[in-house]
């Protein structure tokens, strides 16, 4: 049985940072891309930022680049988004997905076939 577990959420004042972690069972990372999404109160899920299957190649929601890392751990079977300068519009809920589809669609939420359940993150002004 596959599963996604999310941590590291929290409430954060503006400027500060947080490390989300998803650690999978069931599945190994290196065979998906593995993406983190987020979804805010009243707004659709939106893409946050991916760590392909192959060749270590990463893409970031234009929103987040230069601000938030993502990173993978394959003996660990993790994946890590390091969030720094935090922003009051980075609040909502992170998803982390697991799929296995063309590249080209990494940024898609419904392409993904594994979703973990969810972490806040709380950033106040």
């Known amino acids: 049985q596959v599963q996604l577990v999310e941590s590291g959420g929290g409430l954060v004042q503006a400027g500060g940072s947080l490390r989300l972690s998803c650690v999978g069972s069931g599945l190994s990372f290196r065979n998906y891309h593995v993406g983190w999404f987020r979804q805010a109160p009243g707004k659709e899920r939106e893409f946050v930022a991916v760590f392909r299957r192959s060749g270590g190649f990463t893409n970031y929601a234009d929103s987040v680049k230069d601000r938030f890392t993502i990173s993978k751990d394959n003996a660990k079977n993790t994946v890590f988004l390091q969030m720094d300068t935090l922003l009051p519009e980075d609040t909502a809920i992170y998803y982390c997905?697991?799929?296995?589809?063309?590249?080209?669609?990494?940024?898609?939420?419904?392409?993904?076939?594994?979703w973990g359940q969810g972490t806040q993150v709380t950033v106040s002004s």
């Open positions: 997905a697991a799929g296995q589809q063309i590249t080209s669609a990494v940024t898609w939420s419904r392409m993904y076939a594994h």
